[in-house]
């Protein structure tokens, strides 16, 4: 390794380009000669910290054997282009950058404009600190972007929301009131599937009305995420104007997708609990359980929304994947048979699908009267924010990318 100690750091702007001089001391356990050690300078942008280009190297004038000095004069000329820089210069061997390696470099901020260069900032560092130092900066906006992104639109988002559920349906017989009809023939069609025809059948209640009522709790919380998931896979390439066009918050679509499954999902919700006073006669006060389930739900939820509305962008096939993994999703989440026929490794292996978890709590507190597991629950909870925090930041990471492939 070079073990290069800068004793002296001197930087003057002179007009377009910097002057440095920087006196290094040979702190290894070799001799630095002309052919071994050069000293070098890359620009960077100080905002993506992506790599613009190289510039000369400047070799050590004699041989310097350790213990002892020396002194590098450096002339760095800028790009006529105005704007920000970021200058590493760091010392070079035959095998790379010291700084690569992780040892210290000289780390100048500038600012050019109109011919002339205004030093912001220098100092010595390495980039282990650089990286600690983007993470403090960065993590606040980790956990804040998702929920300030919701925050500042909701109006943007209660308006597109509404004008998705609106257009949806415009133009048929039955317009909106399709967005209860739709639910209503899916789950109808499974019910008569399982219920009718296999003669599938829920705990103590062994009746048709039993099973009915199991399968429409296990069917709320799909409804709410298959339809969204499903279709944010495309939602930025339907959107596709507002990607080139206009300076828009594109993170807000997937979020339009999730409040409209949730419109879905109360409408079926309002079917059920209807049903529900018909044949027994009340609503159990476990209810008032359900926003312990519904906020890790669309946490979870909106999570793999922004994720794969992000990975559709760059995979057109993944549409077509998503409809068969959804319909396995939905066959391994005991909606449609009793979790209670699943047995040892199976069991065990389907618990730790969050819809599994949700299906268990929605059947709790609508039907068995009582709280959703508090382990289950806290994981889900876990999972949930995890996977919200994470689809956002996938999402933020890859739409400056968006303009490039549409």
């Known amino acids: 390794m070079t073990r290069a100690w800068y004793r002296e750091v001197q930087v003057q702007a002179r007009g377009a380009t910097l002057e440095l001089r920087v006196e290094l001391e040979n702190r290894s356990q070799r001799t630095w000669t002309p052919a071994t050690l050069s000293l070098g300078w890359q620009f960077f942008d100080p905002t993506t910290n992506c790599f613009i280009q190289e510039g000369t190297w400047t070799p050590v004038a004699r041989d310097v054997r350790p213990g002892e000095s020396a002194a590098f004069e450096v002339t760095i000329p800028f790009p006529p282009e105005a704007g920000g820089y970021r200058i590493y210069v ?36 390495t980039l282990r600190a650089q990286r600690w130092r983007r993470m403090r900066r960065t993590l606040p906006r980790f956990f804040s972007g998702p929920l300030r992104t919701i925050g500042e639109n909701r109006r943007l ?27 209503l023939l899916l789950m109808s069609t499974y019910f008569f599937v399982f219920g009718v025809v296999l003669g599938s059948r829920f705990g103590a209640d062994q009746s048709r009305t039993g ?15 298959s339809e969204p998931v499903g279709r944010s896979v495309q939602v930025v390439i ?17 979020v339009n997708q999730v409040v409209a499954g949730l419109v879905t999902e109360g409408f079926a919700a309002a079917v059920f609990l209807t049903a529900l006073l018909v044949i027994r006669g009340a609503v159990p006060a476990s209810v008032l359980w359900l926003p312990a389930i519904l906020i890790p739900q669309l946490l979870f939820t909106l999570g793999v929304c922004w994720f794969l509305a992000a990975l559709g962008v760059f995979m057109r096939d993944l549409g077509q994947i998503m409809g ?11 909606i449609c048979y009793a ?36 382990l289950p629950m806290l994981k889900l ?25 549409i």
């Open 90 to 125: 760091s010392p070079i061997e035959p095998d790379g950058w010291a700084y690569a390696k992780g040892e210290p470099f000289l780390m100048i901020t500038v600012e050019a404009a109109a011919g002339e260069v205004r030093v912001l900032q220098q100092k010595i560092t």
């Open 157 to 183: 988002i209660r308006s597109m929301a509404r004008r998705d559920i609106l257009a949806r349906y415009r133009g048929s017989f039955g317009d909106v009131f399709w967005t209860i009809l739709n639910p």
């Open 211 to 225: 099973f009915a009522l199991y399968f429409l709790a296990g069917m709320l919380p799909w409804l709410a995420f």
């Open 238 to 254: 339907e959107h596709r104007n507002f990607v080139k066009k206009l300076i828009f918050p594109l993170d807000t679509l997937p």
């Open 324 to 334: 068969f993994l959804l319909t396995l999703w939905f066959f391994i989440t005991p």
């Open 339 to 374: 979790e209670s026929s699943l047995h040892g490794t199976a069991l065990t292996i389907l618990r730790k699908n969050p819809m599994f978890v949700l299906v268990r709590g929605y059947r709790a507190v609508l039907l068995e009267g009582h709280a959703p597991e508090l």
């Open 381 to 405: 909870w876990t999972v949930a924010i995890v996977v919200f925090l994470l689809g956002y930041a996938w999402f933020y990471k890859l739409r400056k990318s968006f303009a490039d492939v």
